[in-house]
């Protein structure tokens, strides 16, 4: 890591900016198998960190408290194997984009950044596809389509190419009356559950997840899973499954 490195002018914190980008694209497309064995899910809580040199690390967080720099995600290395390849890179690259950001508006604030310097930085930084976009090959996307495009996976009916629009709206629509009568049926069937971490009762205006493996539900808050974080999880294990499955190898 770099905490010493203190660019102090609008085009310095690009710069800075665009290198660690580079380092971390880098780690998540041609260093990709690289990447994936140092993320092992039985090390601590692992950060994927870009550099100025345009390298990356994954490595224990920062110990001082606070740290020098804005961290990056924590525990990416857990997640591995409980997701498909594709859709765990895709949680990485959302995490580092938005690490790259508060480390370029840390430096704009700690060195004064006035508006107009922070409304420029930002526009630079703006005109470059977000690693999310470069991973999943959408860097090309205009900027017309950007909103449709997100709106269709948010609503997990991942139409492809030349599908018409017509037909995503009919499976938005039809997945929300699927979702209003599966939150009935989640009422009447998980009523009695109790969460497998703190052992209190369910409750419809919270957030849960079952193991796909013990078959227990959990609180989300409680295996630290989110909602958006669930949504890329095709089976998921609970933390003791999965010690229990890393001890079994």
């Not at 609008?10 to 198998?33: H, P, W």
């Not at 990447?35 to 550099?51: A, H, I, R, S, T």
């Not at 996307?141 to 709206?169: A, D, I, L, T, Y």
């Not at 009695?192 to 193991?211: K, P, Q, T």
Request: proline content about 5%; charged content about 30%.
């Amino acid at each position: 890591m770099d905490g010493a490195y203190n660019p102090r002018t609008v085009e310095e914190v690009f710069r800075d900016f665009k290198s660690r980008r580079a380092g971390m694209i880098k780690a998540l497309t041609t260093d990709v198998e690289e990447f994936f064995q140092q993320c092992d899910p039985d090390k601590e809580n692992l950060c994927l960190y870009g550099l100025p040199n345009e390298q990356w690390e994954v490595t224990l967080p920062a110990e001082e408290v606070p740290p020098e720099l804005p961290e990056p995600a924590l525990g990416i290395n857990f997640a591995r194997d409980g997701m498909q390849d594709k859709d765990w890179l895709s949680l990485v690259a959302v995490h580092s984009d938005a690490w790259l950001l508060s480390v370029a508006f840390y430096f704009g604030a700690r060195f004064g950044f006035d508006k107009t310097e922070r409304k420029r930085l930002f526009g630079m930084i703006n005109d470059l596809p977000t690693i999310y976009e470069v991973v999943n090959g959408k860097d090309k996307v205009s900027p017309q389509g950007n909103n449709h495009s997100n709106n269709k996976h948010k609503s997990n009916s991942k139409p492809r190419g030349s599908e018409s629009q017509s037909k995503s709206s009919k499976i938005m629509v039809q997945k929300e009356e699927d979702e209003g009568l599966q939150e009935e049926d989640d009422e009447d069937e998980h009523g009695d559950a109790l969460c497998g971490a703190c052992g209190e009762n369910y409750a419809s205006d919270e957030f849960w997840i079952c193991c796909d493996a013990c078959e227990k539900w959990f609180h989300g808050k409680c295996v630290k899973i989110t909602p958006a974080r669930a949504e890329h999880i095709k089976q998921y294990k609970c933390p003791s499954c999965s010690n229990k499955r890393a001890r079994s190898s």
